[in-house]
């Protein structure tokens, strides 16, 4: 796990040399004014990779976007309608059995189909129509880590091209020197403090939800302490009453229209006595990145949360490569 | 709380009496061939009963179903497309502003907006062309019980009328008998290990998916612990790595096409030593409810559980109308 994360500036390096020209070639051959919505299926660290994706394509293509629910076609026996969406598959390893036949099922019923995955003669890439390849090399560890970081630099390069936005193009060239800043930023803090509690919080909001779910997740697999993940426009509600000063709450602000949001929340906890970890805001607890583009460093601010997660494995002689039961394919039906 | 939980079969039977010309005027006027999608928006507890209507909308409708960011619109100021969108508001308090802003914004792009709502006469309701009232009568604990319940069974009549399905109907009209039994349940054992525990799991999946989501939320609001919801597909992904025995476990099995994936997710825990509590599969450890409609006993079995939670907030000393911290209407931007 530790060299792949290490590897993370390398490989996004590799996908944007060797990956855009795929994604142009997609881009060309999608019929986008047939499009009347998008539906984005993953499970695990590639549904949080969708969740990025899904506010990108919200905000940058004007289209409404759906997290697909596999059960729906592989156990209710349904086939929705998906002649005008736009269906996008995100898996890892490409071999998880629901959400292959789940795309089968949307090729079938006419939707423009595109895989997003490691592997391009994966059966998930053979169910769809298109296939966009993250190039992010073989990954061992059972928690992923370049693989998720490559395939929402992915999403952001196929959102970019679809919308045409020069901007948002460049600021994903900057991918390799921006993680490799993230690489060198230190939140051992934070997972030093998260190893030793009961129970922890990420929150984010937007571009950042996804990878506050994701830093989630992998605190989970990686310590195996269970870490809830909140829409700062949620946490104040109900999950709140569940917050002690015994828990810490990783804040993840990339910058941009939520930003405000998000550090309102975590001034509102700090105030009432919660353990607040945040490399952003007035007083921040962690290194920061300088402010830049909220798109990427929604993405990079995943690599000092994967690498502080992996430190404090090791230091704790937990095999960071094969968490206890866990297994790196999903075999769901 | 307690009198609202104790109304909930009284509540379903006012919505089946007073609420169903609503729905059948509604679904009268809605111009379902014009339809390519839906998208289902709502925060918290009405998040978790849109996630029960996405999958009767996808399995029953054949459309596929979104969850709303609204922070899309209220945010980052996009509008997007939803000429050919089935728009399903739900709140409670119906005054959002952030889920009215954006209901506003998709009447205006020209969706089909429907309001499902406690109260016709809030900002939620204007903010959309329909209005479907759950006459739950008033509820003042800040956690909603029998709102919830109505909203639930508001979708399932909704969907039933939609789909014209004759059996889906007859079973909601059972919804008061059916929630009664649930009441009589004493789900109190999986209540009391909770209080007790640094966090805790809920485990559904398909239709029971939104109410174990719902569970969880509840359970960090009237007893300040941390828990954990997940479908049986993810929870023996990653997040089994920080299950351990001191973490109870509520499994919800409402039957139907599911099942056995919650039946195998909860043995395979049950065989490593986590701590199960459920009242399905073949060594039930709490009572449970005679097989029934799937659709209508998902929303049963949150019964049980909100008597559970109450009766131990009781029992501890908590304010359990007003826990710390927090407010009944969401005041988001």
């Known amino acids: 796990m530790s060299g792949e994360i290490a590897e993370i500036p390398q490989a996004a390096a590799r996908l944007l040399q060797e990956g855009t020209g795929e994604i142009a070639r997609v881009v060309e051959a999608l019929q986008m004014p047939r499009v009347s919505h998008v539906v984005v299926s993953g499970r695990g660290s590639s549904g949080h990779a969708g969740t990025h994706l899904r506010y990108l394509i919200e905000t940058r293509l004007g289209l409404s976007s759906a997290a697909a629910a596999p059960s729906v076609v592989t156990r209710y026996g349904a086939s929705p309608r998906l002649k005008e969406a736009l269906y996008i598959l995100i898996s890892q390893s490409g071999r998880s059995p629901d959400l292959v036949a789940a795309a089968e099922q949307a090729t079938a019923a006419g939707a423009q ?83 030793d509690a009961p129970a922890g919080f990420v929150i984010g909001r937007g571009l950042t939800l996804g990878p506050a779910r994701e830093a989630a997740l992998k605190a989970a697999e990686v310590l195996g302490v269970p870490v809830l993940a909140f829409s700062s426009a949620e946490v104040l509600h109900g999950p709140k009453a569940a917050i002690r000063s015994e828990h810490p709450i990783l804040g993840l602000n990339a910058g941009g229209e939520v930003s405000d949001s998000i550090e309102e929340a975590l001034a509102t906890l700090a105030r009432e006595g919660a353990s607040i970890f ?15 583009d909220p798109v990427l460093d929604a993405i990079a601010l995943l690599v000092p949360v994967y690498r502080a997660l992996e430190a404090e494995a090791v230091r704790l002689g937990r095999d960071v490569d094969r968490p206890p039961g866990l297994v790196k394919v999903t075999e769901t039906l």
């Open 113 to 195: 189909t595109v895989a997003i995955v490691n592997d391009p003669n994966s059966p998930a890439a053979r169910a769809c129509r298109h296939v966009i390849p993250i190039t992010a090399g073989p990954e061992l560890a059972v928690a992923a880590t370049k693989t998720v970081v490559n395939t929402m630099l992915a999403g952001m390069l196929l959102v970019a091209r679809l919308s045409g936005d020069a901007a948002l193009v460049s600021s994903a060239q900057a991918a390799p020197e921006r993680l490799a800043q993230a690489l060198a930023l230190d939140w051992s803090a934070w997972a030093r403090r998260l190893s």
């Open 278 to 292: 945040s490399g952003s805001g007035p007083r921040p607890t962690l290194p920061g990145l300088a402010a830049g």
